[in-house]
């Protein structure tokens, strides 16, 4: 008998060095099988009180919109267009004169709570009573990489998990077949695999890719899952692959650990998963909702349709990233913000049937839905025709279970600057994520070489005024 065996410390020691590790991988199943019928596939070992929401769906506009030509009206600045007003630049982190610049769109009143939203987005606005839109944001970093990076994993120059990866880690799937953190087209560069890397959380934590990163024209599918092997093939090879990487394992390892579940987990999709996301199954009503075949909505409304499908199917955190592998983010209008038309267009209609589908089908309910950029712009302009970057004052909104419907909270300065009233860091939205997943974020903790280590460090506050 091989010696290791006899000095296995358990019976589940026993089992993974037992027959190439087959004991274990049975044993796996078993639990599973009787997790499952108990009532749940995950046991959410964070959940700290009762959640408010299962899932959200990421909406990033990579770049950077205008808070002041979208949703955060400022009428002083009519007042001021073409006049210099002194403000601390926050590139430059001088105090200078520069020449403020109206909104290039007119804002109009929508819904029973009567919000402002410019003319960029008119189908979503129709939904502006589900809306609850965060007016205060401020964040840390000014130029595209660490604001991202500061967006998605809550550091801006170190390697951290992402916001994905930490729900993955704290709440697991719904489905044992599909990963909890799915990101479509995500930006492949600005911080690229970092904002949905797993770092130091075990590898299965990472975002599973759909589509071609920074191509925002791609088409999301899980058919590139499908193995050319036969399912007997391809369960041998998996078996065998999985018994000699358990066979070398010495200690129990939680990188090592979180490997084997990644490869156990890309067999399961591979044999069950190719057919989630397939949008030739929907109505053509509901291809339509989404503006899917006609232009300029086709692409992103295959992303949102895609993040709606994987919300039905049990994942946990879905990011839709509209995006490109420029050397400047799609959003980012230094010179020309009248490009900021033709990106809503391309976004709009999707956007407002991704909240008209979720409600209809009754997910909006437990899903939230969280849309925005790394940051916003400046009041004042930029090669006479556009804005800078501004982490001091910006908007983001969510809709969904846990938040007020057609509520505004917080605001920036007369001019749209900075954050003045109710204002929220980018560590407070992460805090309030969590919370409404039933996690709080205090406790969801990654012990690593001596510091237990969090998505929101050793900040954050939960934003109680916008709670439902």
Not at 284 to 303: M, N, S
Not at 355 to 375: P, Q, S, Y
Request: hydrophobic share 35%.
């Amino acid at each position: 008998m091989d010696s290791r065996l006899l000095q296995a410390s358990s019976r589940r020691d026993w089992l993974r060095q037992a027959g190439c590790g087959f004991g274990s991988i049975a044993l796996a199943g078993i639990a599973s099988r009787l997790q499952a019928a108990s009532g749940g596939l995950e046991v959410p070992s964070a959940l700290t009180h009762t959640p408010r929401v299962k899932r959200i769906i990421f909406v990033f506009m990579q770049g950077g919109p205008s808070h002041v030509d979208t949703f955060d009206l400022k009428p002083e600045l009519a007042k001021w267009d073409g006049k210099k007003a002194t403000f601390n630049n926050p590139r430059t982190r001088q105090v200078e004169d520069h020449l403020v610049m109206k909104s290039l769109w007119d804002f109009r009143q929508h819904g029973q709570c009567g919000r402002q939203v410019s003319t960029l987005f008119p189908e979503t606005a129709k939904h502006v009573d589900d809306l609850c839109f965060l007016h205060g944001m401020h964040t840390e970093g000014v130029a595209h990489g660490p604001a991202t990076l500061f967006l998605h994993t809550g550091a801006t120059n170190l390697v951290r998990p992402s916001v994905g990866a930490w729900i993955s880690y704290g709440l697991g799937t719904e489905n044992e077949n599909l990963p909890a953190f799915v990101t479509i087209n995500p930006p492949a560069n600005k911080g690229g695999p970092r904002n949905y890397g797993n770092a130091f959380l075990p590898a299965m934590h990472q975002g599973t890719v759909l589509g071609s990163p920074g191509d925002r024209n791609a088409v999301p599918r899980l058919h590139n899952l499908e193995s050319p092997l036969a399912p007997e093939a391809r369960r041998r090879q998996f078996e065998f692959l999985n018994g000699l990487d358990r066979l070398q394992a010495n200690e129990p390892d939680p990188n090592f650990e979180g490997a084997i579940e990644s490869l156990e987990l890309a067999w399961r999709m591979q044999s069950h998963a190719a057919g989630i996301v397939d949008l030739d199954r929907e109505s053509v009503a509901t291809r339509e909702l989404y503006g899917i075949g006609k232009k300029p909505t086709d692409a992103f409304g295959r992303q949102c349709l895609a993040a709606r499908q994987l919300a039905e199917a049990g994942v946990r955190y879905i990011q839709i990233s509209h995006c490109d592998n420029g050397a400047t983010p799609v959003w980012d209008q230094h010179s020309n913000m009248p490009k900021h038309e033709e990106l809503a267009a391309e976004v709009d209609r999707p956007i407002a049937g991704l909240l008209a589908d979720l409600k209809r089908r009754g997910l909006l309910e437990d899903t939230l839905v969280w849309w925005g950029g790394e940051f916003g712009r400046t009041p004042f302009t930029q090669n006479k025709n556009g804005r800078d970057h501004n982490p001091r004052g910006f908007t983001t909104w969510l809709a969904g279970g846990g938040v007020k419907p057609g509520f505004a909270h917080g605001e920036t300065d007369e001019l749209g600057f900075a954050a003045v009233r109710g204002k929220v860091h980018m560590h407070d939205l992460h805090a309030t994520l969590l919370h409404l997943l039933g996690v709080d974020h205090e406790k969801l903790t990654y012990r690593l070489a001596g510091r237990d280590f969090r998505l929101t460090d050793v900040a954050g506050h939960v934003v109680n005024e916008i709670l439902a």
